[in-house]
């Protein structure tokens, strides 16, 4: 009777659904945006790269830091963007000289990282969207949530550079104690193997090691820290990753993906772009601390955004 009452109240997501989340680490719900909604968030994103002016740009690129050679991208125009609309290029838009090889609308990598506060569309779409309080509430992963940073993955065709398997909480960004981090996903186009579609390995945030974690260094730029037993997330010793699960979805679907949970995706060999929006939650201060070492730290301009208020 109880769980018939709870499930009862739920506006948005089933009980099934939120038991799926817990036991995988992620979700795909389809068809959560609309089509117009969709549309007006990919019309939007390719605008902003329209508009933006490449005669001023540092040509950051985007960097994970997995090619030889190569350092996780931490320059000013990467750390000053948390509050802002920055462009970062792909890897291979950029030659050995520096000079741009294609237009700058098929060069970016990704938007980021204050879209869902500067941008009229995207501010509609996250912190004005009724539907996604309403799944806020179902789930209860957060008791006060704020939006911490947003981003247009573009993913460009041919070019679109993988991404290395990672989880959000504390390999790359959100660091908070206790670990708070919940990834929301949408597709804006097709995502298929080809052009790079997300894949988990389902389960893994329930016993992963946490070893290291990505913070801006104190000598400059960011990097990754190793952490000691004590301050490590509990997993097993004997460290097991459940097999990779590629996860196909259409423009709309809204992918949650859990803090812990490992997830990649592969390099864009296709001749179509995947552009996806993606934002991430994390539990507000007080009830968690986010850790100073972040790479990403709120300004007086733009504190925490929180969801409810
Ligand atoms: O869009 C992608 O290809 C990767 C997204 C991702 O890993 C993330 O949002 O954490």
């Given at each position: 009777m109880a769980s018939q009452q709870a499930s009862q109240s739920?506006?948005?997501?089933?009980?099934?659904?939120?038991?799926?989340?817990?036991?995988?680490g992620f979700l795909c719900i389809p068809g959560f945006f609309n089509q117009e909604e969709t549309t007006t968030l990919l019309n939007r994103s390719r605008q902003l790269l329209h508009d933006f002016d490449i005669r001023s740009h540092p040509l950051t690129k985007f960097s994970t830091g997995?090619?030889?050679?190569?350092?996780?991208?931490?320059?000013?125009?990467?750390?000053?963007?948390?509050d802002k609309i920055r462009f970062f290029l792909e890897e291979d838009a950029v030659d050995s000289r520096g000079t741009l090889i294609?237009?700058?609308?098929?060069?970016?990598?990704?938007?980021?990282?204050?879209?869902?506060?500067?941008?009229?569309?995207?501010?509609a779409a996250t912190m004005q969207n009724d539907r996604i309080k309403s799944l806020c509430k179902d789930l209860k992963f957060?008791?006060?949530?704020?939006?911490?940073?947003?981003?247009?993955?573009?993913?460009q065709q041919s070019i679109g550079g993988e991404v290395p398997e990672h989880n959000d909480s504390p390999e790359i960004f959100q660091y908070t104690d206790p670990p708070s981090a919940l990834g929301f996903w949408i597709p804006l186009e097709e995502c298929t193997k080809e052009n790079g579609a997300l894949s988990f390995s389902p389960g893994s945030h329930l016993n992963r090691n946490i070893t290291k974690r990505f913070?801006?260094?104190?000598?400059?730029?960011?990097?990754?820290?190793?952490?000691?037993p004590s301050e490590g997330v509990s997993g097993n010793a004997e460290e097991t990753i459940p097999p990779y699960e590629l996860v196909p979805c259409s423009p709309g679907d809204l992918v949650l993906i859990h803090g812990s949970v490992l997830h990649k995706s592969g390099r864009n060999t296709s001749t179509r772009t995947r552009f996806a929006y993606t934002f991430h939650m994390i539990e507000s201060p007080p009830d968690a601390v986010y850790d100073e070492k972040n790479w990403l730290q709120p300004t007086a301009e733009m504190p925490f955004t929180k969801l409810f208020e």
């Open positions: 739920l506006e948005l997501l089933s009980q099934r659904q939120i038991d799926q989340f817990h036991k995988n997995t090619r030889e050679n190569s350092k996780h991208v931490g320059d000013e125009y990467f750390l000053n963007s948390g294609l237009p700058k609308e098929k060069s970016v990598n990704k938007i980021g990282h204050a879209l869902h506060v500067l941008d009229p569309a995207f501010n957060h008791h006060n949530p704020s939006v911490l940073q947003s981003m247009v993955i573009c993913k913070v801006r260094l104190p000598a400059g730029g960011t990097g990754f820290e190793a952490l000691t």
